[in-house]
């Protein structure tokens, strides 16, 4: 109790002395008592000297006594302090302890949520990985079959341009040779035109393909009698169908149906629905088309008693570059544009196009409809009169072209009505003949070697006044794109002819540029 506090160590010791004097008073006064000196023990423990020892220590017990006293109490105290202590320790740490939990919670929660964001995220990139992958599947599949019908379009594209040369080339030198007779002259002119009439119509498919695919495509648009284009289409493919002994036929709704569009884009739709049923339609078979208004449209129906069309390939049946037969034992040419073409130019009238056939060897139905024109929206023309080829007399050509075959029709075809033709077979050569003769009008190739059309037509506006500058210009030219045409046009060329060129077009449009000069 006293080995913490020197004060209360240094009391023991006073009270350790005091006692041990008090005993030895004792033992001095027992002795005394044994001796028999009784009187001498009493005074001994009756004096003065020998209380005051037992009074010091009843003080030193009870400063002892109360000093433990107040120990205890501090001890009380300091016991309620640190038992409140203990409880706000305890209260503390349950806190901390509730906070860690928390803390705990909110930790394993958020790397629970993070856990399945990943897994999510995880799953997610899987998905896109495998969305990926199948489109990545189906892109190669899809290049493969484009890459099929391209290389089976180029096959066709080669047989049916050379399949026509081959007639054209025999029957030519056959001709030149000079050993046939009048009837097979006749045959060999007939299937020369024949021919080279279905190599510009092949070529200019590939070209409207072109056009359609750059969007390039310009309608002539203005109000137009179907009447008339269907029976101008009739008329070109009767022939066609007489030599298969094919019936065509028309029921044609005479009353005036009027629609808005452009009347050659609508002829070229007919005619390739009635070339293909012709086409495919056996000999003694029979072609129909009807006309006939609907509500406030018009349809245009070709039906055919012909092959038909398999199910399985019906749905292709207007895609580009797709036949039914793209063997090399198929029974009948074309190269698959036609009716991808028509449905284009349908669609850019307004109108649709669809087709029915209920299988091989059923026939086929197919259905153009259009809207009609509104009676105030229908602009009535005067119909155009057939009037003859305008004559080209005293007219000065200058025809160049480094083309000997195209330059030789061109003098041939402009000196049988009248014009006076000096030719050239360059650029170089045209601009030597300006030098020593003035034409009313020159028509010049563009594809030259050495200098183009572009460079001739700058040379020639950079002239003087006399030597020609002004001199109308016309490029015919085998670059038939709309962007072509507008560059000649402003190259300084007043008109652009595209090739193959209609006679009676050239001669016309030559006639009028003539005449505007003069």
């Not at 072109?210 to 008329?235: C, F, H, M, N, Y």
């Not at 069309?309 to 036609?338: K, M, V, Y």
Request: include cysteine; glycine fraction near 6%; proline fraction near 3%.
């Amino acid at each position: 109790m006293t080995e913490d506090d020197p004060s209360k160590q240094e009391i023991v010791s006073v009270l350790q002395h005091t006692i041990q004097n008090k005993i030895d008073e004792l033992a001095q006064a027992i002795e005394l008592k044994k001796q028999g000196e009784s009187q001498a023990a009493l005074a001994i423990v009756e004096s003065e000297s020998g209380k005051k020892p037992m009074d010091e220590i009843r003080r030193i017990i009870n400063e002892l006594v109360q000093s433990e006293s107040d120990l205890r109490a501090r001890h009380v105290a300091e016991s309620s302090k640190s038992e409140r202590h203990a409880i706000l320790t305890l209260v503390l740490v349950g806190g901390l302890g509730l906070v860690m939990f928390v803390f705990f919670f909110v930790l394993v929660n958020r790397g629970m949520t993070e856990r399945a964001r990943l897994l999510d995220e995880e799953r997610r990139a899987h998905e896109r990985a495998e969305t990926a992958f199948q489109a990545e599947k189906d892109a190669r599949s899809e290049a493969e079959r484009a890459n099929r019908i391209k290389d089976e379009f180029l096959t066709t594209v080669s047989h049916e341009l050379r399949t026509p040369l081959t007639s054209m080339i025999g029957w030519s030198r056959m001709l030149r040779e000079g050993g046939l007779d009048e009837v097979r002259t006749a045959q060999a002119l007939e299937t020369i035109e024949r021919n080279a009439r279905s190599q510009a119509q092949l070529i200019e498919d590939l070209l409207d393909v072109g056009r359609i695919v750059s969007g390039k495509v310009r309608l002539d648009a203005q109000s137009v009698a179907l009447v008339p284009v269907i029976e101008a289409a009739i008329e070109a493919l009767r022939p066609a169908a007489e030599a298969k002994n094919i019936q065509l036929q028309a029921d044609l709704d005479l009353n005036a149906i009027l629609v808005s569009g452009d009347p050659e884009r609508l002829k070229q739709v007919v005619w390739n629905l009635l070339s293909n049923a012709i086409k495919f339609t056996p000999a003694h078979g029979r072609v129909h088309v009807t006309l006939q208004r609907t509500n406030s449209h018009v349809e245009i129906i070709v039906s055919d008693t012909g092959r038909g069309i398999s199910p399985a390939f019906l749905p292709h049946i207007f895609e580009r570059f797709r036949q039914a037969d793209s063997t090399s034992t198929r029974a009948t040419g074309g190269l698959g544009l036609g009716l991808a073409i028509s449905r284009h130019f349908v669609q850019m009238h307004g109108g649709t196009i669809h087709v029915v056939s209920h299988g091989v060897g059923k026939g086929s139905i197919f259905t153009i409809r259009l809207p009609i024109l509104s009676e105030q929206a229908a602009v009535r023309k005067e119909p155009r009169l057939n009037v003859n080829l305008p004559s080209l007399d005293n007219v000065r050509v200058l025809a160049v072209d480094d083309e000997p075959d195209t330059l030789n029709m061109l003098a041939t075809l402009l000196s049988q009505r009248g014009a006076q033709v000096q030719t050239a077979c360059s650029a170089e050569s045209a601009l030597t003949v300006l030098k020593t003769w003035k034409p009313d009008l020159i028509v010049a190739d563009i594809g030259m070697p050495g200098e183009d059309g572009y460079s001739l037509i700058t040379k020639i506006r950079a002239l003087d006044a006399e030597e020609g500058r002004d001199t109308p210009t016309i490029a015919l030219t085998a670059y038939a794109r709309v962007e072509d045409r507008m560059r000649t046009l402003a190259a300084g060329y007043q008109m652009h002819i595209a090739k193959p060129v209609d006679p009676s077009e050239l001669i016309t449009i030559v006639a009028s540029l003539a005449r505007a000069r003069a």
